[in-house]
């Protein structure tokens, strides 16, 4: 029904279908694995004698990797490798030439903290969230890796991990270049049992790990042993793709995306999830500018998609897809705006720009907003890594410069203490069968906010100069990279 509402209210617009087949949906890929919790185990030897049996989930969260429906590893060596990062524009390395293939890495969560010149002064980047450190495990050929869990480094408690982990976990359907049988997570105990097992020292492990001349540490003495299983099944998901071609016959072959997801969180016990604030409300934002767009597409010199992902629930799967599979090349999206969860809590004098600074995109927002006497703030809690939390990731990890508006905190005409107020409301119905169309929703600030990005897209869609990276952000390499692979096509 989300579909076919999406697909039919682009058409009433007059919106073209954005798919180079002529339709409007691109089909995405999906399998979705189950661990068995009964037969999880893992376990660490010395001198081949068990001398630790950890239990499943309260000890040890982990689960096949790569779509294997079995993994019987025995013996495995471990080698710590503090927080696992290779980043040349950080000059950080911390795997120092170390050949870690066949071995099961364990590795600190986050990234460095303690360089005010590095890692952004200690915020969350990519290079500290847990994807990160499966996916360069991988990269670096080994057979599996388990993240350290403490709740400084997560921002969260194990309880999270447990219950998220435990679930049936979703992907895209893809064959990897580099497969790696075990991913998973120790808690803070475990750790400190397998370093002292290995005769070290768990938090003085954990400090060197901040030392930029790092070298990998082989767990000497102890093996991994681990039996998992899981079962797989195959979902087709589906992206709604349309667009409106721009005016200009050289700047129409580059685009503005803007991303909404259409998913949440599917049926429970309580009832249907039906995620109207996320993120029908962010889908609407979009269908709203496609609708304001396309009355002004004579004036638009560049392309503009409107697209709405499937899966951002379940890993931003479906951005990540058609991030990986665009209708045009990467290096001619121009700039990704990403709509996730609208400010239905009323008017505020402020917008935030979650990783404010990355692009010459904040520019244009900060100048756009200055026009309508409004202020742009930067996020307040970047610790939390919300950057890599929503779509416009996806696009931002191909080299695609992304911008992610979240509603302010300035509220007016409302009284003081007001935001305490949206805090507990947003408790009560985030994730949760809560989030439906209420009473006290109110839109005016979810229409101020669309009226500005609406202004910073037709800046976008029409300005000769395409928005590029901040010197040195983590994603100017793939934009760089992009832009030399076009133009070699050329």
Do not use: C
């Amino acid at each position: 029904k989300a579909l076919d509402y999406i697909i039919s209210t682009m058409e009433d617009i007059g919106i073209e279908p954005g798919m180079p087949d002529g339709t409007f949906r691109q089909e995405v890929p999906l399998l979705g694995q189950s661990t068995n919790h009964q037969t999880a185990r893992l376990q660490i030897k010395q001198n081949g004698r068990t001398i630790e049996n950890f239990a499943y989930g309260a000890e040890f969260m982990a689960w096949p990797g790569d779509q294997q429906e079995q993994v019987r590893i025995e013996d495995a060596e471990l080698i710590y490798v503090g927080y696992g990062i290779q980043a040349p524009e950080e000059d950080w390395d911390d795997f120092k030439g170390v050949d870690v293939s066949g071995k099961i890495l364990v590795v600190k969560n986050f990234n460095p903290v303690r360089y005010e010149d590095k890692f952004g002064g200690g915020i969350r980047l990519y290079y500290g969230r847990w994807a990160y450190k499966f996916e360069k495990a991988r990269e670096m050929g080994a057979l599996g890796a388990l993240i350290i869990f403490t709740e400084e480094t997560a921002g969260y408690p194990w309880s999270v991990v447990q219950n998220s982990w435990s679930l049936e976990r979703f992907n895209l359907m893809v064959t990897p270049e580099y497969p790696m049988e075990l991913e998973g997570w120790l808690n803070y105990d475990s750790s400190v049992a397998l370093f002292k097992a290995a005769g070290l020292d768990l938090e003085e492990q954990l400090s060197n790990a901040e030392s930029q001349g790092f070298e990998p540490v082989p767990l000497e003495n102890i093996t991994l042993s681990a039996s998992l299983d899981a079962t797989y099944r195959s979902i087709t998901g589906t992206n709604v793709v349309g667009k409106i071609t721009g005016s200009d016959p050289e700047l129409n072959e580059q685009a503005l995306v803007f991303s909404a997801h259409h998913d949440h969180l599917g049926a429970g016990p309580d009832g249907i999830f039906n995620g109207a604030w996320d993120n029908a409300s962010g889908v609407a934002q979009v269908l709203e500018l496609a609708r304001t767009m396309y009355e002004i597409s004579d004036q638009l010199k560049r392309t503009v998609y409107f697209v709405t992902v499937t899966a951002e629930e379940a890993g931003l799967l479906g951005s990540r897809y058609f991030a990986q599979n665009p209708p045009i090349h990467r290096a001619n999206l121009a700039a990704n705006i990403n709509l996730d969860s609208a400010n239905i809590f009323g008017r505020t004098r402020d917008i935030v720009a979650i990783g404010y600074g990355r692009s010459t995109l904040d520019d244009i927002l900060l100048r756009e907003a200055r026009r309508m006497n409004r202020v742009v703030k930067p996020d307040q809690n970047p610790e939390q890594g919300f950057y890599y939390r929503s779509d416009h990731f996806a696009f931002a990890q191909i080299g695609v410069p992304a911008l992610y508006p979240n509603r302010g905190d300035e509220f007016l005409d409302y009284p003081e203490g007001y935001l305490e107020e949206v805090r507990a409301k947003t408790s009560e119905i985030y994730h949760t069968v809560n989030d439906e169309v209420h009473d006290w929703w109110d839109l005016r600030g979810a229409a101020e906010d669309t009226q500005l990005i609406f202004h910073v897209a037709r800046y976008v869609a029409n300005v000769a100069e395409r928005p590029a990276w901040t010197p040195g952000d983590e994603f100017e390499a793939a934009r760089l990279e992009a832009l030399a692979e076009l133009e070699y096509q050329y």
